[in-house]
């Protein structure tokens, strides 16, 4: 009962055939084809990637980014005025 004999599979084939047409199935295949190629070798680049050890930094992550100071509040706020501020005093 599960399985499929060759009959359900011409049904299925002609069926496929009537939905998609002969001119679009050869496309379809060859980018399926494609995409399973770039699939492939994508896997097989991450699978020599992870064989490979990274070499270690002796540099703490801290110490290779440099750090930014920050102004201090007092003088970004005594700097700035507001519009309201500047139509008040005028």
Known sequence: MGAMSWWHWLI???VVLLL??????PDAARGLGQS????KSEVQEMQREGD???PKTTA???EATPQRELPSSDASTT???T???TKKSA
Do not use: E, N, W, Y
Not at 20 to 25: I, R, T
Not at 36 to 39: G, K, T
């Open 12 to 14: 299925v084939l002609v």
């Open 52 to 54: 490979s050890t990274p």
């Open 83 to 85: 519009p309201d501020q």
């Open 36 to 39: 399973l190629r770039i699939f």
């Open 20 to 25: 998609f047409g002969s001119k679009k199935l």
């Open 60 to 62: 703490s992550p801290d």
């Open 79 to 81: 700097a700035q005025s």
